[in-house]
């Protein structure tokens, strides 16, 4: 195989890697989300069923354990902030590996995809300039 061809073949393969980069992120950020919701799910049947007195069956793996109500809703809770977590992180990791994507098929940077929303400290403050 001649250099040109050899060339042509690592770029190729270069592209390809950053697009299954791109592809695996996005298909765990829909992994990640599908079991928020199942979270948020259960969440809102823990309000509305049983008093806070009585005990819930959870699963965890193949096994059902009897737990309290109020600490189940609390593990579910905490679960549910990492989750946020890690879709918030895989999705700002996304932008940059699109962006590099782009970059090796030699497409412009996408307008606007690189900003991001206010903070709410930063809503805060804006809100308060304005009431001035």
């Known amino acids: 195989m001649d250099a040109e061809s050899q060339r042509v073949l690592d770029y190729l393969s270069e592209v390809e890697e950053a697009a299954e980069d791109v592809l695996t992120a996005k298909q765990q950020i829909v992994d990640l989300d599908s079991k ?13 069923e049983l008093s806070d007195s009585e ?25 549910q ?21 782009n970059e090796m098929q030699g497409k412009p940077e996408l307008r606007g995809y690189s900003l991001s929303p206010l903070s709410t400290n930063e809503v805060k403050a804006i809100n308060s300039l304005l009431k001035r």
Do not use: W, Y
Not at 89 to 98: E, F, T, Y
């Open 81 to 101: 902030e990492q989750l946020d977590k890690e879709i918030n992180d895989l999705r700002k990791g996304l932008k940059a590996k699109v962006n590099r994507l």
């Open 55 to 79: 005990k819930v069956k959870v699963c965890f793996g193949n096994m059902f354990i009897k737990f309290p109500k109020s600490k189940t809703r609390e593990m579910i809770q905490r679960d």
């Open 36 to 48: 928020r919701n199942r979270n948020r799910e259960a969440l809102n049947a823990l309000k509305n």
